[in-house]
């Protein structure tokens, strides 16, 4: 690991081990921006709660996990040498490839030296007098740095249901996010599936096969629509490794960061035949093209958005043989697309299958969970396993797991409480030295390419304050405001932000999380980077710099 210093505490007392920056998390973009920070010459240690790297790809290791983001366009882009080295063995790979992945890049870049692994950070405190973060682990240990970067992940904080009962239950049961590392013996058991987001539609779809009984618990349906995954050839693997620079070319690109970017063209300004003829090619397609790739105004007229969500619609009346599941599996209350759209592979199939059964619980709710299972207000339900696929406190659920104090110890949490604030997604005034990757108000979209991005960015940062003799590095409340302002602004007339959301800060789960804020950056990715450029062409001269 990284040599620290050993400092001194105000009292003399307890010597604190001391370093130029700590990172909290090991996932993507901790990882990354270890790597960078070395390059800096600087003294980084990195905190992670888990036992190895990876995050979301370290924790969420349910039956059938997988990307939707095409596997070729989700792999860091930084290194040639790795880019020449890995071979993606699917269009969209599963977990555990991805987390093979991210070891080796751990191993090729010596990043495990500098991680203490099984370390959940759980309070970070400004120190003014030294200019300094001190950082307490759940073990008590304490640490200090110059640099606090968050690095903890949109989808990284789990939420279990808020049912009575949950810790009753006497067969097994996983949240799918905290899933074990040995197999789960699914053969001739009875499962229930409590939520369908795009981690039950994974879950649902893989395990339908060999489970012997399935209950799934559906609260709100999500349109959801084909993956056509396959194995990737040797030809199509030369031209991926021969075409990289075009792919990542193209993601700098695009609205979101994706291969998929919109159609130039409205829903309206073609004929039906024309239209209907375009969505059934982008339900043939793969990926997220019908979502991404779509008419231009799809996402934001509520016409437009109509004819798509008809098609879509009309497709699982199609596949799913009972009208009455069929009615139940379409969504009502929101259009396609203005909630994260799950991909999936013989989802809608699944409901075919005599073993496997679809409980409304708008219709029936749970009651409570039972030793023996699970308690609807229309009977009650036997099970040898639950698994709850009932997702996170999203973008700001990491940080609100944390007691963050900055200037005068004002608590983040507070700060936060009507809705994140934040300049550039990055920095928050009344919070110097702390730098947040993938947190609320960063463009986010095919999320690796956002994290480059951003690890980019404050890396050029942490330069400028090396070679500048900068012990102090902060937003400026106006700076904060304007961009907290924009962001709310690029929000104004998008479906998704008038519908709840984890993307509009609704958790149902989570106490205090029923109001909709705007946590995300919606504008597209390459305005987001210009701006951020224009704040480190103009030297940083809207920060406060001390
Ligand atoms: C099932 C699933 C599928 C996904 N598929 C895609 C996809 O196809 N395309 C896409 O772009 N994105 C996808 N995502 C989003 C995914 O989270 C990002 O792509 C990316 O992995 C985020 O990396 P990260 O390092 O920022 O965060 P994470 O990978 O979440 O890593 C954060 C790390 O921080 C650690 N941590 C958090 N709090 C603390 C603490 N207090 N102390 C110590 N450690 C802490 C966590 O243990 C975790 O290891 C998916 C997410 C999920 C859950």
């Known amino acids: ?67 939707d983001s095409e596997s070729y366009s989700y792999g860091y882009s930084f290194s040639k040498e790795l880019l020449e080295e890995w071979n993606w063995s699917e ?24 991680i203490q692994f099984r370390s959940r950070v759980i309070a970070a405190t400004w120190e003014e007098d030294t200019r300094s973060w001190s950082v307490t682990l759940q073990d008590g240990s304490r640490f200090r740095a110059r640099f606090l970067i968050t690095a903890i992940g949109p989808l990284s904080a789990p939420t279990m249901p808020r049912i009575e009962g949950v810790d009753m239950f006497q067969g097994q049961s996983f949240h799918t996010a905290r899933w074990p590392h040995e197999p789960v013996d699914f053969a001739g058991k009875r499962v229930a599936v409590i939520g369908t987001g795009a981690t039950g539609v994974q ?63 409205g829903t309206f300004e073609v004929s039906d035949q024309e239209r209907e003829a375009f969505f059934e090619k982008l339900y043939a397609e793969r990926g997220f093209g019908i979502w991404q790739g779509n008419f231009r105004d799809i996402l934001i007229d509520r016409k437009a958005n109509a004819t798509i969500s008809d098609f879509v619609a009309r497709k699982i009346r199609q596949r799913v043989t009972d009208p009455k599941v069929a009615e139940k599996l ?35 709710p749970i009651e409570r969970i039972t030793p023996d299972g699970i ?32 200037v005068d110890g004002a608590r983040l949490k507070d700060k936060w409480k009507s809705g994140p604030q934040t300049f550039l997604g990055v920095l928050v005034d009344g919070f110097p030295n702390m730098m947040m990757l993938m947190g609320p108000h960063t463009a986010l979209g095919n999320i690796p390419r956002s994290i480059e991005y951003n690890v980019d960015w404050v890396t050029g940062l942490l330069r400028y304050a090396k070679d500048t003799g900068l012990t102090r590095v902060e937003a400026t409340p106006s700076g904060v405001t304007s961009w907290t302002d924009h962001v709310k602004a690029l929000g104004v ?7 709840n959301s984890w993307m509009t800060g609704i958790n149902s789960n989570v106490e205090g999380k029923q109001t909709r804020i705007v ?13 951020c450029d224009e704040v480190t062409a103009k030297g940083y001269d809207e920060l406060a710099l001390a």
Not at 93 to 112: I, M, S, W
Request: charged share 25%; glycine share 10%; net charge neutral.
């Open 375 to 406: 308690k609807t207000s229309d009977g009650e339900y036997e099970f040898d396993i639950i698994i709850y696929a009932t997702g996170f406190d999203a973008i700001t659920g990491s940080f609100d797991r944390i007691d963050i104090r900055g």
């Open 91 to 114: 269009h969209f790979a599963g977990q555990p490839e991805t987390l093979r992945y991210l070891n080796l890049v751990a191993d090729k870049f010596d990043l495990r030296r500098d």
């Open 1 to 67: 690991m990284a040599a620290s210093r050993e400092v001194q505490t105000p009292s003399g007392a307890a010597a604190i081990p001391d370093f130029d920056a700590i990172i909290i998390g090991a996932g993507m973009s901790g990882m990354y921006q270890l790597h960078r920070l070395r390059e800096l010459g600087m003294r980084v240690r990195v905190f992670e709660a888990g036992t190895g790297v990876g995050g979301t790809w370290y924790w969420n290791r349910y039956p059938g996990a997988r990307f």
């Open 493 to 499: 007339g998008l479906l998704s932000n008038e519908v």
């Open 519 to 531: 946590a995300r950056y919606s504008g597209s990715a390459p305005a987001y980077r210009a701006r």
């Open 203 to 265: 879950t649902i779809q893989t395990i339908a096969g060999s489970v012997g009984h399935l209950t799934v618990f559906q609260r709100t349906p999500n349109w959801c629509a084909p993956l056509h995954n396959s194995k990737i050839d040797a030809e199509t693997q030369k031209k991926i490794k021969s075409g990289y620079p075009e792919i990542f070319k193209r993601c700098q690109e695009t609205f979101a960061c994706f291969i998929h970017t919109p159609d130039p063209r």
């Open 330 to 364: 379409i969504p009502k209350n929101h259009g396609f697309g203005t909630r994260r759209l799950p991909l999936e592979t013989r989802y809608y199939e699944v409901y075919n299958q005599d073993n496997v059964e679809l409980v409304d619980i708008m219709e029936t």
